[in-house]
């Protein structure tokens, strides 16, 4: 079942990558593709509910299944095994769950695209590696989906090859998580190494058991967080992430809400037996994740683009994630995982419904009272911001309230610093959010005669998922998931000096989200005026964040441009052409030039011969008369 589960998503996408794409059009239509494309994902979430339930009935004790051998060394076998716990069990739902619902809005988004068979086989090789990555046993073969998952965000990424601004932002993604992989792979040969085993759940007993293992924990850790930081954009690897809209909207929120980007904090949460041995490793994740949700809130404030406010929100969110695992909350971590699936998509859906409607338009500043013209997209998009806003009962109030609170008082490295820069990031959370739900559908139309003339509802395949997630923003805060993972990822302990301190702050945590709505609502309810004021007089401010504190062309000018040197100069023009070409040709020209002068002495002329004996001769007498 768990095979099958991984296998379905890779049969789809090897019948719409061998059947719909092909030299010359398509052997089969668009009816098969989209039954192909969506049905597969889908049959592979009824099998996941299935092994949930099976789960439940062996009393959650994890199902393995190994599908093969892939090699044995010495007496330590390499196998492909599937491994089904608590933990996985979420993330699968998660993956193929909101994964399905993305790929059903995508056959309206993508309706009219000449290359939807191939962009579906693309979804559904994603959805391969990411569930490879979720229920692999092994770090080995969590890394081949690991590097799977990389592989297919560049393709979708870079899905519109024909603008050469979409094939560079594919080409970021990838080259960018590759660095932080080296880290991973550093990780992996010391813990190899030091326990001679790769199955995750062999390397957390070790860790947890009797005798440490003789490997520094903190070091490892760092290592696998330095892989977690690339694939999950943490500063200072964030870089690739916002250019990553360049591809289709429904890609965005494939990566962006419940699979790749949350693979670092499902790595780190896997490997807790190590983290909670490693006090060092666990205070860098929590400082450079509350850095990172900061840092991309305070960006979001100006954006202009819609998905580029989304965008660094997401790299918010997960700076949010990173904070909890950091102080030891692996579990409300992964709760966050949940929520933000749920109103991520839904945002990113909704963001798409709303280019569709405005026939790719995606500048903020040329959108504008849109809610009574899609209306369905409006109330699931405003759902979906109150809920990353954390207004309460929403879904995201109640993961990120817990955030906040282990932040505060965690024994295991909590503290009053990290939860007042979580707590400023949520006030800018709620204040961007509204201005962005403000500048797309309230207010005066700023469109175009044209464009709003053709503004339209999207169709029902796209807005019956937005419906669907926006349901599940509005009541997922009330599963238990901390609690349901407590066995696997316990709960870290709080100061008992603190504990008086939890009403007042979940009190103060929505007086901000309320605070940063009404600023929003102040700013960009009226006219533009106040907006327009307030960039005026804080100029450089405004300029540093919108063009993203120039981290972009920092990396150019620092490592971009003396590498492109290094390259050029040492590599190809010395290296290259002078050492190894010129050597070459060197020896090419000496052997022509020594031919040529033994072709002209061996010319078959009887008059040179005599020349060259009278040469000869008069040459001995003239050195014997000097000699002897």
């Known amino acids: 079942m768990l095979t099958a589960i991984v296998l379905l998503p890779l049969l789809g996408f090897l019948l719409n990558g061998v059947l719909a794409t092909r030299l010359g059009g398509n052997l089969v239509g668009k009816r098969f593709v989209t039954a192909v494309g969506c049905g597969l994902p889908l049959l592979a979430f009824a099998l996941v509910v299935q092994a949930f339930f099976t789960l439940q009935a062996q009393a959650w004790q994890p199902l393995v299944e190994v599908a093969y051998r892939w090699a044995l060394i010495g007496d330590q076998p390499f196998e492909i095994a599937f491994y089904f716990d608590r933990l996985t069990a979420v993330m699968a739902l998660i993956v193929t769950g909101v994964g399905s619902v993305i790929h059903v809005y995508s056959v309206g988004y993508m309706a009219h695209d000449k290359g939807y068979g191939r962009f579906f086989a693309y979804l559904n090789l994603f959805l391969f590696f990411m569930l490879l990555l979720v229920l692999g046993r092994s770090l080995l073969v969590l890394f081949v989906g690991w590097e799977g998952v990389g592989l297919a965000s560049y393709l979708l990424i870079g ?236 879904a995201g109030f109640f993961s990120k309230d817990e955030i906040l609170w282990y932040a505060f008082a965690s024994e295991r490295g909590g503290s009053p610093l990290l939860w007042l820069v979580g707590a400023a990031t949520a006030l800018m959370t709620a204040f961007y959010m509204f201005r962005l739900l403000w500048l797309t559908f309230l207010g005066k139309s700023r469109m175009t005669h044209e464009v709003e003339h053709h503004v339209h509802e999207s169709p029902a395949n796209m807005t019956g998922g937005l419906v669907l997630l926006a349901v599940l923003s509005a009541v997922g805060g009330f599963i238990a998931l901390p609690h349901f993972l407590e066995p696997l990822l316990p709960l870290p302990a709080v100061h008992e000096s603190l504990e008086h301190y939890e009403t007042p702050l979940l009190v103060l945590s929505v007086v901000l989200a309320l605070a940063g709505l009404g600023a929003a609502a102040f700013l960009y309810g009226g006219s533009s005026a106040r907006v327009d004021a307030l960039a005026a007089r804080f100029a450089t401010p405004h300029r540093w964040l919108l063009h993203k504190y120039y981290i972009d062309e920092l990396y150019e000018r620092v490592i971009g441009k003396p590498l492109v040197w290094i390259s050029d100069y040492v590599f190809l023009r010395f290296g290259d052409r002078f050492l190894l070409d010129g050597t070459l040709n060197g020896l090419g020209a000496l052997g022509r030039l020594s031919g040529g002068v033994l072709g002209r002495v061996q010319a078959g002329r009887l008059n040179l011969y005599v020349w060259f004996v009278l040469v000869g001769i008069v040459g001995a007498l003239l050195w014997s008369w000097h000699h002897v």
Not at 203 to 214: E, H, L, V
Not at 375 to 384: G, K, M, N, Q, V
Request: glycine fraction near 10%; charge should be positive; include cysteine.
């Open 159 to 394: 899905f519109w090859f024909d603008d050469l601004a979409n094939a560079r932002a594919g080409k970021k993604a990838f080259i960018t998580n590759r660095i932080g992989d080296a880290g991973f792979l550093l990780g992996m040969f010391l813990l190899y190494f030091a326990l001679g085993t790769l199955d995750m759940d062999r390397i957390n007993a070790a860790f947890n058991g009797a005798t440490a293992p003789t490997v520094s924990a903190s070091l490892v850790g760092i290592l696998l967080f330095v892989g977690a930081s690339g694939k999950s954009a943490q500063i200072p690897l964030h870089v690739w992430l916002p250019d990553a809209m360049a591809g289709p909207t429904p890609v965005s929120a494939l990566i962006h809400a419940a699979t790749m980007v949350t693979a670092g904090v499902y790595l780190v949460a896997r490997m807790s037996g190590i983290y909670l041995h490693a006090p060092e490793a666990s205070a860098v994740i929590a400082v450079m994740g509350v850095a990172t949700a900061f840092f991309a809130a305070t960006v979001a404030l100006v954006q202009t683009d819609i998905k580029k406010v989304l965008a660094y929100s997401t790299l918010s969110q997960l700076g949010y994630m990173f904070l909890a695992l950091g102080v030891g909350a692996y579990g409300v971590a992964i709760f966050h995982v949940v929520t933000h699936a749920f109103f991520k998509a839904c945002l990113f859906l909704g963001a798409g419904s709303v280019i569709h409607a405005l026939g790719g338009e995606q500048d903020v500043r040329r959108m504008g009272g849109l809610a009574k013209k899609i209306p369905l997209t409006f109330w699931t998009f405003a759902i979906a911001t109150a809920a990353i806003a954390g207004i309460p009962p929403l």
